[in-house]
């Protein structure tokens, strides 16, 4: 392989390291929580689409576009973390916005 590909990596001492070894942990663990939460919602979602004969509220629509590209981002982040960095980090930046998104859009949405 060529170096050119990878830069190399400055030393970290053994407290460093294990305080990344700990945050990448964490990243993780809220990931992972937030797409079984996502999830979770889609189904829930999916069922109250299936049981309602009347037309839902628009606002409900948006909701669940914001979880489903909540989901998306989390899961094809996980993907392609090993080669494109960059470009995870702004796809978890995305469903971090769009989890807060559609936490407030459920909170606004009318329920008669």
Known sequence: MSSRFYPPQPP?????SQAATSNVA???EWQ???MASCFDSALKTAVLFAETKSEL???FLIFSFA?????????????IAPKFAVVCQVMEKVAVVSAVTAFIISLTIPFH
Request: avoid cysteine; proline fraction near 4%.
């Open 12 to 16: 970290v001492n053994a407290q460093g």
């Open 26 to 28: 964490q990243a993780v």
């Open 32 to 34: 992972t929580v937030l």
């Open 57 to 59: 509220p628009l606002s």
């Open 67 to 79: 979880n489903l590209l909540t989901f998306l981002s989390l899961f094809l982040a996980k993907f």
